[in-house]
């Protein structure tokens, strides 16, 4: 009998609270964050004035950055801290506490969902993946991004079976993901998936004070070593997406 992995909500919480507590969630470069936004907005096809729901939204950051261009956002977080907040920094935008795997939205409510390094805080997909069906409308999307273990530097650094694995900055729930897995939980939910792999997503900050002098040259390497298209699948980031079926005409 196969065992339901759960997320320990309580310790998310507890975790993200504390950088609520020093407005330092932000860990990308801002010329990084308006790259993430542009694959996103291509992959999930998304256009102005679309409705898009940011799940585990944080401070605000990509919420905030849909918004400027021209998308109608709701962000969501679990952590009371990093909502309140990301309201303080983004009055205009609807964020609301909430949990991915119990989402206070009606049916077919948004045209689509952002899970901006969201997926590799679950230990079991199923849930979230059903409930991102339920609140996207027919033939909406959701664009998801997320460390990929098939990278060298985020499978020493985060995955726990690495002799050099480190748990600074990190809950226990995390893990670095494989692709396929991603999309064999949503294909399974009943969405039409993809999967693109990127590197070159620079770090502005590190959580390991001991590591973080070797930024500048992490976000080097990052960026040339994964360039060519033979490197794709080792590169550090998974961007997975998928679309729910369109309604019968």
Not at 87 to 100: C, K, N, S, V, W
Not at 170 to 182: D, G, K, S
Not at 195 to 204: D, L, N, P
Request: charged share 20%; hydrophobic share 40%.
């Amino acid at each position: 009998m196969s065992v339901i992995l759960s997320q320990n909500k309580e310790r998310e919480i507890a975790f993200f609270d504390s950088h609520g507590a020093s407005k330092a969630y932000d860990v990308f470069t801002p010329d990084t964050n308006e790259r993430i936004i542009d694959i996103v907005a291509r992959l999930g096809g998304f256009t102005p004035g679309a409705r898009i729901a940011d799940l585990g939204c944080g401070s605000g950051v990509f919420t905030g950055l849909l918004n400027r261009r021209g998308f109608a956002c709701t962000g969501v977080d679990l952590s009371p801290k990093l909502i309140r907040i990301a309201r303080e920094a983004h009055p205009g935008i609807d964020f609301q506490e909430g949990d991915i795997e119990r989402l206070p939205f009606a049916d077919d409510s948004f045209d689509g969902v952002l899970l901006a390094g969201v997926l590799h805080h679950l230990p079991e997909l199923s849930k979230c993946a059903a409930e991102i069906k339920r609140i996207l409308r027919p033939g909406g999307r959701f664009v998801a991004f997320d460390p990929n273990r098939m990278n060298p530097a985020m499978y020493l650094y985060r995955d726990r079976s690495s002799p050099l694995y480190s748990s600074v900055g990190v809950t226990e729930n995390e893990r670095p993901v494989i692709a396929r897995n991603l999309t064999e939980a949503f294909t399974a939910a009943g969405f039409k998936t993809g999967t693109e792999f990127h590197s070159g997503m620079k770090y502005r900050y590190l959580a390991s004070g001991a590591l973080r002098w070797l930024l500048p040259a992490y976000n080097l390497a990052d960026s040339v070593l994964f360039a060519p298209a033979f490197m794709a699948p080792w590169r550090s980031f998974v961007f997975t997406y998928g679309q729910k079926p369109k309604a019968a005409p």
